[in-house]
């Protein structure tokens, strides 16, 4: 396998050392093949805000796979889960289940070209939306990570349809509507940023893009992928107040197995095939297998106080980070929102990805290896956001916070 993994951001090239092979999970922990365990604030890179391996997750699995893992045919569960995504979702009237956020977010751009006529699309320095040609410019911590600037085989017709503004800048994006009259499909975006470490959108830039993109007849579209579900149970839309077109989603809603959705107004998702002439499909797509693991998180996280336990947890383990690399009279600046939080070993604020590669790398590299030994788990990038879960207790918190002290403390 091409650097030993599945997927690059599991690879330890920029933080230094071999990855960790993983045995299993349970709860807030992973155990690796020679049985040390860590606290885990990677969750499978987002899907596991219930903890990993919920009994109640793993139970409806067992029970679904008795009925079969794929029908090639409509089912129940899919209903189910459509149902539950509308109803949380303030932008979603209708709904197309894919594989991959890869594959939502690839299909949400045909949409938005087939919807408006129009070849362009905005994205931001910074954001990822999966691995697809024309969001291969300036895509984030993956590619960031192995100083790749973009990919070779992506064809330069493709990106040449990529316009690209910084985070966090209005301007920019009323400049690139200026210049390309009636030509821009729409503008995508992570609301909040969590593919370049952890960026959050600043006062009044959700809301500026929304009047831009309603002023030049193109479309908002909101990649929850990494925030659907993780920042509220509406997403970043329901927590924001601002209301999308279309929403990209995956990781949360698939509850540990390979899920992706796109959704939206009813008038743009008719025109997804059959119902329309654009075409998406999937062989796999909304198997019943999938769907049940989707349920059953959507279920579990729909429970009274769930997000504010996450709130509060997220926010005393990003203040204790903080004030731990402090004391040890390290820069840093962080947040957190919902079950996610990042930060930079660097003055802040950072507002985009430009002010994101202020921090220092090496540092976060040593820092890493620390926490490892002290079997805590982060992500092997200094350009990752952190999840966390409902499993990690007071205790694990603690207890990850006493390891930072100590790494930071070393490092210094
Ligand atoms: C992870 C992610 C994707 C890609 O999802 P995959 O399931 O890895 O294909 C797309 N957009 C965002 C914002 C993501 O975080």
């Known amino acids: 396998m091409p650097g030993g ?52 997750v793993i139970a409806a699995l067992q029970e679904a796979l008795e009925k079969g893992t794929s029908f090639g ?4 569960l899919e209903n189910q889960l459509a149902e539950m995504v509308i109803e949380a979702v303030p932008s979603v009237e209708m709904v197309r289940f894919v594989n991959s956020g890869t594959e939502a977010c690839m299909a949400v751009m045909r949409l938005m070209r087939a919807f408006t006529g129009r070849d362009k699309v905005i994205k931001f320095e910074g954001c990822y939306h999966g691995h697809a040609d ?12 192995l100083g790749l600037p973009d990919s070779p085989g992506v064809p330069r017709t493709t990106t040449a349809n990529t316009l690209t503004a910084p985070y966090n800048d209005l301007e920019a994006v009323k400049e690139l509507f200026a210049e390309n009259p009636d030509a821009i499909s729409g503008v995508i975006l992570e609301p909040i940023v969590g593919n370049a470490g952890f960026i959050t959108p600043e006062p009044g830039f959700l809301e500026g893009l929304r009047e831009l ?19 509220s149970y509406g997403g970043a839309q329901g927590r924001f107040g601002v209301t999308p077109d279309l929403t990209t989603m995956g990781k949360v809603i698939g509850g540990g197995l390979p899920v992706g959705a796109y959704g939206g107004r009813a008038e743009i998702m008719s025109m997804v095939a059959p119902a329309g002439p654009m075409y998406q499909a999937g062989t796999l797509s909304g198997n019943p297998l999938a769907m049940t693991a989707g349920i059953k998180t959507l279920e ?65 590299g040593k820092l890493h290896k620390a926490m490892l030994e002290k079997g805590v788990y982060l992500a092997p990038s200094a350009f990752e956001a952190g999840f966390t879960s409902v499993a990690h207790t007071d205790d694990d918190i603690d207890a990850t916070l006493k390891a930072f002290q100590e790494s930071f ?3 210094n």
């Not at 045919?73 to 129940?76: I, L, M, S, T």
């Not at 030049?216 to 579900?229: I, K, P, S, Y």
């Open 73 to 76: 045919a409509p089912c129940q």
């Open 5 to 56: 993994v599945s997927s690059p951001v599991r690879a330890f090239k920029s933080v230094g050392g071999q990855p960790i092979v993983f045995d299993r999970v349970k709860g807030p922990y992973a155990w690796d093949v020679d049985g040390n365990r860590f606290i885990d604030y990677v969750g499978s890179w987002g899907p596991a805000i219930c903890g990993h391996a919920h009994p109640e």
């Open 409 to 411: 403390s070393s490092i």
């Open 300 to 364: 579990l996280l729909k429970q009274e106080g769930t997000y504010e336990r996450l709130e509060t947890s997220t926010k005393r383990l990003i203040e204790g980070i903080i004030s731990a690399a402090r004391e040890s009279g390290l820069e840093i600046n962080g947040s957190s929102i919902g079950a996610m939080f990042g930060f930079y070993l660097c003055e802040g604020p950072v507002r985009n990805f430009e002010e994101a590669k202020n921090a220092n790398t090496e540092l976060f």
């Open 213 to 231: 993109t309603q002023e030049n007849g193109a479309l908002l579209v909101f990649d929850e992928v990494m925030t659907g579900f993780r920042i």
């Open 134 to 145: 024309m969001f291969l410019v300036k895509a984030g911590s993956g590619v960031a990570t």
